[in-house]
């Protein structure tokens, strides 16, 4: 499988599982219509039409591209731990109860652990 190079920042969070600062992504307030993509292996992790605002500073998403990633426990064994499923890539965490959307489910992403790409066609 090939791997895009990260810079020691994106290795930091994608390899080493740490979080950016809240409200300093560039995905954040993102509203384009598109796919978001791993970054390190550019496999399609989200639908835009999945994104909402929950607030919390991440790219918050209510469902995921279908078989797109793993959770894993965290060590803690409160928060769930997502991953890219083809490369292991850390994204963040999914939490669920909230009652954010209908869905019930918040993933909450670090913005640098994504690549975005836009639909052709915006409506």
Not at 14 to 39: Q, V
Not at 93 to 106: A, D, Q
């Amino acid at each position: 499988m090939k791997l895009n190079k990260l810079t020691p920042e994106e290795a930091k969070i994608i390899i080493e599982k740490g979080t950016e600062a809240p409200f300093t992504g560039i995905y954040t307030d993102n509203k384009e219509k598109g796919t978001y993509l791993c970054k390190q292996c550019n496999t399609p992790l989200f639908k835009s039409e999945d994104k909402f605002d929950s607030g919390c500073g991440w790219p918050s998403f209510d469902d995921e591209i279908k078989g797109a990633m793993k959770r894993i426990k965290d060590k803690d064994g409160v928060r769930t731990e997502i991953q890219c499923a083809k490369c292991g890539a850390h994204l963040g965490h999914v939490f669920e109860g909230e009652n954010f959307t209908r869905k019930n489910v918040r993933h909450c992403v670090n913005s640098i652990s994504l690549n975005f790409v836009k639909n052709e066609r915006q409506r």
